[in-house]
């Protein structure tokens, strides 16, 4: 299986809402996982009710790292009660685990909610003083996934069970002219061997990365990022598509008309085919451009498509 690991921000969410209604998401595949940023948490609950029809659950996280929402898992759990109320079932309770605390915090509100048998997941993002505590707690309850991430698979993997495997494949640059400079890279071959290497699932952050940034300049280049097989072995990898007027932030729609012209032009060599690939064609045929946002929800839905259809 594989579990993409999203920020709750509206573009991300968006892409998971848009592959629903494609019927491009298999509930047997895919289970996000879902790190929400903004209080308010509406999207969250329209990306479930999209994905709750077609059989998807998302392991939403009730202690997150970045955003809005830091501190406040009180907010988060109060809204998986309502959710639960009104008949909302496709939500796995998440906690992240990089300390002590969150150890502490997922025994009290695991009993108290009684997700200890009904079911919650875990991503262990560092390794805990309290590990055998808390291994022997997930074999003890009903954990249902241990997903953890790569910089600690020797020091966990054999203290959970039902584990995944969780990896930053994206290497970012410090401004996104940089990209030209490599604009084909290896990105991860997970999806062909995590069942051999003992795993029952696997997790990446896309063609984004796992940085966490609010906001934002407006970019001297454009630059689009897609994930693609590589024909002769079993490889995913990355190609940046980047604009050729880099000079200044004047006329973004130009530079991504430059960026998208070269990843049609990719994607017709490469015969690469997606949901995205197909809305990349449209913008590119109108010469239309649809936002920054709209460009990283295009990535996203693009990758996801393409993993769900290799495992």
């Known amino acids: 299986m594989y579990f993409p690991y999203l920020r709750g921000k509206q573009f991300e969410l968006i892409a998971l809402r848009e592959l629903a209604s494609a019927q491009k998401l298999d509930g047997d595949k895919i289970i996000p996982i879902v790190e929400p940023v903004k209080r308010g948490l509406k999207s969250v609950q329209t990306a479930l009710r999209a994905l709750q029809p077609i059989g998807v659950k998302i392991q939403l996280i009730v202690n997150?790292?970045?955003?809005?929402?830091?501190?406040?898992?009180?907010?988060?759990?109060?809204?998986?009660?309502e959710q639960i109320g009104a008949d909302v079932e496709n939500i796995i309770p998440t906690f992240l685990i990089h300390s002590d605390n969150d150890v502490a915090l997922l025994q009290k509100v695991t009993t108290e909610k009684e997700y200890d048998s009904t079911g919650y997941a875990l991503v262990h993002l560092t390794p805990v003083r309290v590990v055998e505590q808390l291994s022997r707690y997930t074999k003890e309850t009903n954990c249902i996934y241990n997903t953890v991430h790569i910089n600690h698979v020797f020091a966990l993997r054999r203290k959970f069970d039902k584990k995944a495997i969780l990896g930053d494949y994206f290497r970012k640059q410090r401004i996104n002219a940089d990209y030209a400079n490599e604009i084909d890279e290896t990105f991860s071959s997970d999806c062909f061997f995590y069942q051999e290497e003992g795993f029952n699932a696997f997790s990446d952050y896309q063609g984004i990365g796992a940085d966490w940034i609010e906001g934002g300049m407006l970019p001297k280049a454009v630059v689009i990022h897609m994930t693609y097989r590589d024909p002769g072995n079993d490889e995913i990898r990355i190609h940046h598509f980047v604009s050729d007027t880099n000079d200044d932030t004047l006329d973004i729609a130009g530079k991504f008309y430059e960026a998208v012209t070269k990843l049609v032009e990719f994607a017709d060599v490469m015969e690469i085919e997606s949901l995205a690939i197909q809305a990349f064609r449209d913008l590119h045929n109108r010469q239309a451009f649809p936002g920054l946002g709209s460009i990283k929800k295009l990535s996203i839905m693009h990758h996801i498509e393409l993993i769900q259809g290799l495992i």
């Open 64 to 81: 997150p790292q970045y955003g809005e929402l830091v501190g406040k898992t009180n907010e988060i759990i109060s809204f998986i009660d």
